[in-house]
């Protein structure tokens, strides 16, 4: 069993829907971790938290709102996306963020399709 | 220029051969390196991370050229199981950056 579980694994949304990825995880990590993989493109970061406190926000369109309620649980609210924000969303831990931040766990992802 | 270059590949590869993976990155201030697998429809993994001096974990090695921005990996005697996908990884103050990485297919 993974020790950080995303949910849901496929999700299908128009753009006026909206939607909320969850992840979870179950490391007693410090620092939570979205990514977005495109198809032919690099791992984008896209939100960095660190104990609950959002350190990184690497440009990312206002229709991605990110909470994190606690070190453990992190989501990712989707709202009016567009058909190019289709893609894997990988959510991932680490002890904590900073230069001594080496590995990242991640979860299984979300592959969304926006209709 | 891109922050971390890798070559997409794919390379081909025969069961027992080496091969290796190069990959610069543009930012002299990056502090820490590594190397994930990502296999196919799966999430990337840690595979080694990167030391100045160089460092090996059973057919894998790692090597770093600070002075050329350069990083590499090793595969010798591959298996059919390391068929995937190699992303070199560099934390640049305190952010993870990812290659585009590169496809191994190891053919039987």
């Known amino acids: 069993e993974t020790g950080v579980t995303q949910t849901p694994r496929h999700l299908v949304m128009g753009m006026t829907n909206k939607k909320s990825l969850k992840c979870e995880q179950h490391?007693?990590?410090?620092?939570m971790y979205w990514y977005k993989q495109s198809a032919k493109k690099p791992l984008e970061l896209m939100f960095v938290?660190?104990?609950?406190?959002?350190?990184e926000n690497n440009s990312v369109p206002s229709r991605f709102s990110p909470e994190c309620p606690n070190s453990s649980h992190l989501f990712l609210h989707l709202h009016t996306l567009q058909p190019e924000d289709s893609a894997l969303y990988l959510c991932?831990?680490?002890?904590?963020?900073?230069?001594?931040?080496?590995?990242?766990?991640f979860g299984e992802g979300s592959r969304l399709t926006v209709l | 220029r891109k922050e971390v270059e890798q070559d997409p590949g794919p390379f081909n590869v025969p069961e027992g051969a080496t091969v290796a993976f190069n990959c610069t990155y543009s930012?002299?201030?990056?502090?820490?390196f590594f190397w994930y697998r990502q296999d196919c429809r799966k999430e990337p993994k840690l595979l080694m991370s990167v030391y100045s001096s160089g460092n090996e974990d059973g057919r894998f090695t790692a090597q770093l050229n600070r002075a050329s921005q350069y990083i590499s990996l090793l595969i010798r005697d591959s298996k059919l199981s390391d068929s995937a996908t190699y992303l070199c990884?560099?934390?640049?103050?305190?952010?993870?950056?990812f290659g585009k990485g590169t496809r191994l297919h190891i053919l039987p």
């Open positions: 990884v560099v934390n640049v103050r305190d952010k993870i950056i």
């Open positions: 938290y660190n104990f609950k406190e959002q350190t």
């Open positions: 930012n002299s201030a990056s502090q820490s």
């Open positions: 991932a831990s680490s002890q904590a963020s900073g230069v001594n931040t080496g590995e990242l766990f």
């Open positions: 490391l007693g990590h410090n620092a």
